[in-house]
């Protein structure tokens, strides 16, 4: 009877669990950051900038609705798209991100760049996905560069694709010197330059570079939340990954990494809901300082 009852207990404990991991993969997070910068041009202080990334063919209700919602109450400024909104290698894999994207362009001025999961996509299809987000009037910016102008002031935005060389699970492939100029150019003058790049584990290199913000996603906020110990695993299953999830600072460079918005392969999802991110920049204005 001991035995049954320690069996039967096992087996609703393991039950909950699974209806517990479902519900986690559902609830939709907003997590607010503010960046600050004396590099900012003035006329952008106070801009808000929503950023996905991860979608991965995953709806909020039909359509998407509630993540509209959610990006719609926040009222962002623009959208920056870190990559990973389609599932490559699944049938209709890119269905919910072509909605989503038909949404957006149509109220926000949207810029998108590659993750892995496009990279391999247009491997499989070619360009098709791409080229029609590009008709929604989205910047789907593959290894390009956009300015983007309030006033007379402007900033510029780069989207990074790196190529599936550097994605690998269980190899870290070394990241050469000049890898980035290589792709898409050394930086251009003293413009303040947001750099979306999906993976973020090179960002000491994307800083050398001279990104002054970076964008970034791929981690899916190690999957599985631990508390005393982290983020426990990356998508090359690496563990407890170094770059992971929300704000890391290196220099007078900033990277906010989201923890993404759906999930593939195996839906897991621990402690680490998925997450729309809104980020508010803020122009650092310098100290003055008198001398009698």
Known sequence: MTIIFLIGAILVVIIAFIFW?????????????????????????????????????????????????????????????????????EKNGSKAGLALMEQLGKQYDVFYARGNHEEKLFEIEGAGYEQAVKKMGVYFLNNESVLLSRGEQS????????????????????????????????????????????????????????ADFVVSGHVHGGILYLPYFGRVISPQLELFPKFDAGVFTLDKSTLVISR????????????????????????????NVSSE
């Open 155 to 210: 900033i510029r935005i780069t989207g990074l694709s790196l190529p599936l060389k550097y994605f690998q699970k269980f190899h870290q492939t070394a990241f050469p010197a000049g890898q980035i100029e290589e792709l898409i150019g050394k930086k251009k003058g003293d413009r303040f330059d947001i750099l979306i790049a999906h993976k973020p584990a090179h960002f000491p290199e994307y800083v050398r570079w001279g």
């Open 260 to 287: 993404g918005l759906g999930s593939h392969s195996i839906p897991i999802r621990i402690h680490n809901r998925p997450e729309l991110v809104i980020v508010t920049m803020k122009k650092v204005f310098s100290e």
């Open 21 to 89: 991991m479902h519900h986690e993969l559902d609830c939709l997070e907003t997590t607010y950051y503010t960046i600050e910068s004396k590099r900012l041009p003035e006329n952008f202080d106070g801009v808000h900038f929503a950023l996905l990334s991860d979608l991965h063919n995953k709806s909020f209700g039909e359509k998407n609705v509630r993540l509209l919602s959610a990006i719609k109450r926040a009222k962002p400024d623009f959208i920056l798209v870190a990559g990973d909104m389609v599932t490559a290698k």
